[in-house]
């Protein structure tokens, strides 16, 4: 099986779409493609579970292993910088399934957020989130992975400016009503205290 990053240059190469390959610089994003003038340039990282992870050694994580995949802290903040056209691409090698996080799903899903102790020259924490795969867009192949990304594209204003219930659904995540329900009055009182 060739790499991910392999497979996507194959992809953009086979249908003639021009792309950025960062994929060996530590400050971008693996690959960018897409139109900046329209706004429709996206920039992801390219990831992959390439083996079942030891549940043993990852004693928070509450998402069964054929769910869960682990992210570097600093990768996702790295995805940040690139918003609100940005995004993770995860190929899970061992269920032959791909993963469309984007930044909004990055941000708004439920993770846990863990501490890993290394040893290098000096000891040290690396930061890394435990993230159900299933909060991302699943994706049966590659061309899913693009045509996810064109629809995201398509809907961002939506997303980011009009809808005003919670966006996403996230795997096991309730999300219930509360509070008492607002009329006209309540927001002109908002607009007259803060204008």
Known sequence: MISLEQEIKQYFTKNNISFDDHSSSLKLLDFGFGDRESKRYFSFDAKEKCEPYQIKNWRQAKIPEKHLFILDDLAARKILIFA???GLVV????HKS???FTIVD???MPKL???RQINRQVQTLKGKWLIDLRHGLHCQSLPDVFQAIESYLDDRENIFTNTLKCYGEYY???INRDGTTRIPKYWDKDYDRTR
């Not at 190929?91 to 061992?94: C, F, G, H, M």
């Open 84 to 86: 609100p056209n940005s």
């Open 91 to 94: 190929r899970d090698n061992i």
């Open 98 to 100: 791909y993963h469309l």
């Open 106 to 108: 990055l941000f708004l």
């Open 113 to 115: 957020r863990v501490n």
């Open 172 to 174: 096991g995540e309730p």
